[in-house]
């Protein structure tokens, strides 16, 4: 009975010293709030720099934006965008440019992406291969034989594990030019 008599002054105590927490941090966080993050422009389009291993796609080129193929999901990246580090699953990796017209799209099998405070992205990936380019009778061969090498491969193997990636690869690949496999 004593500890039921005591509670409800012992809950009004508690929010009340919150409330005074909290309306002392908003006072002190106010002037922060308010004023401006930085006195220079935002920039208006972003800088991408699009790395291979063997090669370079562009080195501090402006574009619009571009759209990434994230492990969690596709999102798209603009100037002015929040610091990001991603990684990339197979997919299409679009750049829309200045200029406007078409997105120039490039399969990708992978890698990361890192968007900075200062609208610069960087993106690096094994390989990437401008859409057009992909042949979809090779990408349905390709994905039929990755399909008998898991098959035929021994559980828990090396082998089936790449016969595993290529048929994921092969799968995104057809995904990217519109035709189903599997």
Same mark, same amino acid.
């Given at each position: 009975f004593f500890f039921f008599a005591l509670y409800p002054r012992i809950k009004h105590q508690t929010t009340a010293n919150m409330l005074c927490r909290l309306t002392s941090n908003s006072r002190r966080l106010a002037p922060t709030l308010l004023r401006p993050l930085s006195s220079e422009a935002a920039p208006t389009n972003l800088t991408i720099n699009f790395n291979l291993p063997t090669s370079t796609i562009y080195d501090s080129k402006e574009v619009s934006s571009?759209?990434?193929?994230? *492990?969690?999901? !596709?999102?798209? #990246? %603009?100037?002015?965008?929040? $610091?990001?580090?991603?990684?990339?699953?197979?997919?299409?990796?679009?750049?829309?440019?200045?200029?406007?017209?078409?997105?120039?799209?490039?399969?990708?099998?992978?890698?990361?992406? *890192?968007?900075? !405070?200062?609208? #610069? %992205?960087?993106?690096?990936? $094994?390989?990437?291969?401008?859409?057009?380019?992909?042949?979809?009778?090779?990408?349905?061969?390709?994905?039929?034989?990755?399909?008998?090498?898991?098959?035929a491969a021994e559980e828990g193997s090396e082998d089936k594990a790449n016969a595993q990636i290529d048929m994921d690869t092969n799968r995104a690949m057809a995904a990217a030019v519109g035709v189903t496999v599997g």
């Open positions: 571009v759209i990434i193929p994230g *492990l969690a999901g !596709e999102y798209g #990246v %603009t100037a002015g965008h929040s $610091p990001i580090v991603s990684q990339m699953k197979a997919g299409v990796l679009q750049i829309l440019h200045v200029d406007g017209g078409e997105a120039e799209k490039y399969f990708v099998p992978g890698g990361f992406a *890192l968007s900075h !405070e200062n609208s #610069v %992205t960087d993106i690096t990936c $094994p390989d990437a291969v401008p859409l057009d380019d992909l042949d979809s009778s090779l990408i349905s061969s390709n994905y039929d034989k990755a399909k008998k090498a898991y098959e």
